[in-house]
């Protein structure tokens, strides 16, 4: 009987290496087909049109909106965006452009990164032209 008892743990150890043998074999090789990553590129996420329909409300709210149908995660001081108003936006466009129109007049920009974009006040515009007090030359 014990014999047989020793013949049995005999087995299960060479079963137990065989086992081990088998995984180490089939994870290492090389061969072994790769998961399929069906992830969008984050430049294509930007570029890819949504359908929005979002009314005239506060700045703050549409951001908020946007950001769940779009997909993006926005970053924004509420401070900025508080007693504006945002358009209506409405139809299918690109992300870019939705946040774009959302943004119109209100003295922000936004700048999309990937899957992630920042609103932050726009840049004060320089004027085309300097005027200069007239300047009177004798010779």
Request: glycine letters at 6%; one cysteine or more; hydrophobic letters at 40%.
């Amino acid at each position: 009987m014990t014999k047989h008892n020793s013949n049995n743990a005999k087995s299960n150890l060479a079963i137990r290496r065989l086992a081990v043998l088998v995984c180490l074999i089939k994870f290492s090789n090389p061969s072994f087909p790769a998961e399929l990553n069906t992830a969008i590129p984050d430049s294509e996420l930007s570029g890819r049109p949504i359908t929005l329909e979002l009314p005239s409300q506060p700045l703050g709210v549409s951001l908020k909106q946007f950001s769940e149908l779009s997909g993006i995660d926005l970053s924004f001081d509420s401070n900025l965006t508080k007693n504006i108003s945002a358009p209506a936006v409405k139809g299918r466009m690109t992300r870019k452009e939705a946040l774009q129109k959302l943004l119109s007049g209100s003295g922000l920009s936004g700048a999309i990164e990937g899957d992630s974009a920042i609103i932050k006040k726009a840049p004060a515009e320089k004027p085309a032209s300097l005027q200069l007090d007239q300047v009177q030359v004798r010779a």
